[in-house]
């Protein structure tokens, strides 16, 4: 199927935009990285039962190859969520998204250094054009920050390092072998919650043992119904499809398509009748114009 590769990147992002006014409903006010650790953990399950129904046979990968997947899991997943939930805490989502547009050139420079992966003058200034329309639309009305929050810039960075590496670092694998997507998405999001579960006891231990993080979970009216319906999509969906677009087409491209999703939100709130700001109009043309590049 032509651009299938972008075409599942594109799914991903809608669907975890969707996922995220999902999210909205729940009503959570538990942590973000409790959140991060219960959303992977169902995901596994929900990701292993999908194994089991499809008799999905288990891929064959060289003890370096396992690690690989396992370790993109970790830096991409496990450091670099983290990292992105403590940049937010510290300067907001205006400043991280906007550090954040680092990481699809990022990892086009990862994957060419590494992979040997070089893609066209069309490609990155499809790259340069999305990422444009992005920060256009999400930095709308953001309240200025007074002085630098060093340490929050440097959680935002890392974030940024770590989506890249942990793309390319799993695009070496499923491109190098038969892995399926399926069971691509299952050993990085198993690889992260195993690591996420091992050290978030002994760095806060009251965040996992604490009930009020347990009942913090859902707490609008169906709230866990909800919870699990975003974590089918965003996480369960989502790295899947994520998986599928980087077996199909390049890390960059896939990493820079997956980024619309702010794109996909400001759709949605449309249907749901919010109003949208002329500079948002302009922000989303310029996106789709970037877009519409990688299908040159």
């Not at 989506?163 to 695009?171: E, K, L, P, Y």
């Amino acid at each position: 199927m032509p651009f299938a590769g972008e075409l599942a990147a594109l799914a991903a992002a809608f669907i975890w935009a969707l996922a995220t006014i999902i999210y909205a409903r729940t009503g959570n006010q538990a942590p973000a990285l409790f959140l991060n650790l219960i959303k992977g953990s169902i995901a596994v399950i929900m990701l292993s039962a999908t194994v089991f129904v499809l008799g999905d046979a288990p891929p064959e990968l060289t003890p370096p190859q396992w690690l690989w997947l396992a370790g993109s899991g970790i830096v991409g997943i496990s450091i670099g969520d983290s990292a992105y939930f403590s940049a937010i805490r510290r300067v907001g989502p205006s400043q991280t998204l906007l550090v954040e547009s680092l990481a699809p050139p990022l990892t086009g420079v990862l994957a060419l250094c590494f992979l040997h992966e070089a893609i066209g003058f069309w490609a990155w200034a499809g790259i340069f054009l999305t990422m444009s329309g992005i920060l256009w639309v999400v930095t709308e009305h953001q309240p200025q920050q007074k002085g630098l929050n060093l340490p929050g810039l440097g959680f935002a960075t890392l974030a940024a390092l770590c989506q890249a590496t942990g793309m390319v670092m799993s695009r070496q694998v499923m491109v190098a072998t038969a892995i399926t997507p399926l069971w691509a998405a299952l050993i990085r999001l198993a690889a992260a919650s195993l690591v996420l579960w091992t050290v978030l006891p002994l760095l806060k231990p009251e965040v996992v043992l604490r009930r009020a993080c347990w009942r913090a979970v859902g707490t609008a009216r169906n709230g866990w119904a909800f919870f699990t319906l975003a974590v089918f999509l965003g996480t369960f969906l989502g790295i899947w499809l994520q998986q599928a677009a980087l077996k199909l087409t390049g890390a960059a491209i896939a990493q820079t398509l997956i980024s619309v999703s702010p794109l996909f939100a400001l759709g949605l709130a449309v249907l749901f009748g919010h109003k949208v700001s002329r500079r948002s109009v302009i922000g989303a043309l310029v996106t789709l114009a970037g877009v519409a590049l990688f299908f040159r």
